[in-house]
C-alpha cells in the first residue's frame, strides 16, 4: 500500500470529431446482411465474450434486438469491440452501424458529435473501489490517493471534479484499454479503481481475489448509458430508439418471450399494437409489422434482458434500482405504440 501520493489531475479526451450520417443506413444494413454492432472489449453482464467466443451481455442483446426487428433474426449482428477511445470514431466513420457500448449520454457528446442517443438502457453513477485492507468506508477518506481509470470517459473529469470539490488531493493514473486499467489496480499500481458502478461489479470478477475488494457506497455521477447511432438519418434512429422502447413497454405490459406467442390474440388494444396483430406500425420504420414481436419473442423484454445479464441471480448480482420501471419505483418508462 502506498504511504505518500503524488496529485496529478487530467482533463476529458474528447475523442474524434464526428461526421454526419448519410441516409438510409437501414438499405446498407439491409444489403450487407447484418448490423454491425460495436461494443466493448469485455465488460461482464455488458459486452463480453464467454470461453466459446459468443457475445452477451445487455448491451449485445439490444444489438440482438435491433437485429430482430430488421431481419426478423436477432443473430443477424456482427460485432466490434472497441475501447473508449476509439468508439465515438467507428460510429462517426461509419465503421459501426450502432454503438452499444456502455456509452455515458451528456450534452458535448449529444451536440458536438454528430451523434443521437437513443435512449436510457441502463441509469448508472460513477464510484469507487477500494482493497478492504486499505481499511476505508468512504470516499471521502481517499485523499492522497492514487486512483486508475480509463482514458477518453466522462470518469477522468467526474473524479476530478469530486476530488476538487472536497479539497482532496489525489494522482490519476489512467490508461485506454479496460482491462489495462484491471490488471493495474489489481497489481497494485493504484489505490482505487473508479469508473460505472456496475462496472466495477463487473470488473471485479476478473481480479486475482474479488472478495478482498469493496464498492464504496458514494455516487459521484449522473451516467446515463445508452445506444448511440449517427446523427442525420431520421428513420435508422427512429428504429434505434423503438427497439429500446418496445423492450421496455413490453415489461410493463407482462409480455414476455414464454408468454408472446399467448398474448398475440390478447384482449388488450396496447399488446395487440405492440405485436403487430393490430395496426402497422412497422411501415412508417421501413420494416415488418411484427418487428416487435420478433424482438421479444427471441430476446425477451427489458427485464429479461436485465435479469439473466446483470441481475440477483448473475455473478454482479445488481437489483434493478433505478432501472426499475416507473410503475415499480424506478425510471425505465417508454412512450406507447399507437
Not at 408468454?259 to 420504420?285: C, Q, Y
Request: glycine share 10%.
Amino acid at each position: 500500500m502506498k504511504t505518500k501520493f503524488v496529485p496529478v489531475v487530467m482533463g476529458l479526451a474528447m475523442g474524434a470529431v464526428a461526421t454526419a450520417a448519410s441516409a438510409a443506413t437501414l438499405d446498407d444494413v439491409k444489403s450487407k446482411g447484418f448490423i454491425q454492432c460495436g461494443v466493448s472489449q469485455g465488460l461482464p453482464g455488458f459486452s463480453a465474450q464467454d470461453d466459446k467466443g459468443a457475445w452477451n451481455g445487455i448491451d449485445v442483446d439490444y444489438c440482438r434486438a435491433m437485429a430482430a426487428a430488421v431481419f426478423g433474426d436477432a443473430e443477424a449482428v456482427k460485432y466490434t469491440p472497441l475501447s473508449a477511445k476509439e468508439r465515438f470514431t467507428a460510429i462517426s466513420s461509419g465503421e459501426v452501424d450502432i454503438l452499444s457500448r456502455n456509452t455515458t449520454w451528456t450534452m458535448t457528446r449529444d451536440t458536438q458529435l454528430g451523434l443521437n442517443f437513443a435512449g436510457v438502457t441502463y441509469y448508472d453513477g460513477q464510484g469507487f473501489m477500494v482493497r478492504k485492507s486499505l481499511g476505508v468506508s468512504s470516499a471521502l477518506e481517499l485523499s492522497g490517493a492514487s486512483v486508475c481509470t480509463n482514458t477518453g470517459t466522462t470518469t477522468e473529469l467526474n473524479v476530478t471534479d469530486y476530488f476538487r470539490t472536497n479539497n482532496m488531493d489525489f494522482e490519476l493514473v489512467a490508461f485506454e484499454k479496460a482491462d489495462e486499467v484491471v490488471s493495474a489496480y489489481d497489481a497494485g499500481r493504484c489505490d482505487v479503481y473508479t469508473t460505472d458502478a456496475s462496472g466495477l461489479y463487473a470488473q471485479r470478477l476478473k481480479l486475482t481475489n474479488a472478495d478482498e475488494h469493496v464498492v464504496l457506497p458514494e455516487i459521484i455521477s449522473k451516467e446515463p448509458l445508452g445506444p448511440v447511432v449517427r446523427q442525420g438519418d431520421d428513420q435508422w434512429f427512429s428504429i434505434a430508439k423503438w427497439t429500446y422502447f418496445a423492450l421496455v413497454n413490453a415489461e410493463e405490459l407482462g409480455v414476455t418471450s414464454a408468454n408472446v406467442d399467448e398474448m398475440k390474440s390478447s384482449d388488450n388494444p396496447s399488446i395487440l399494437r405492440l405485436l403487430g396483430a393490430e395496426g402497422t406500425f412497422g411501415e412508417p420504420l421501413g420494416i415488418a409489422n411484427d418487428w416487435a414481436y420478433n424482438i421479444i419473442k427471441q430476446v425477451g423484454n427489458y427485464g429479461e434482458l436485465f435479469e439473466r445479464n446483470v441481475g440477483p441471480d448473475t455473478p454482479l448480482g445488481i437489483s434493478r434500482g433505478q432501472n426499475a420501471l416507473w410503475s415499480k419505483g424506478g425510471l425505465q418508462y417508454a412512450p406507447p405504440i399507437r
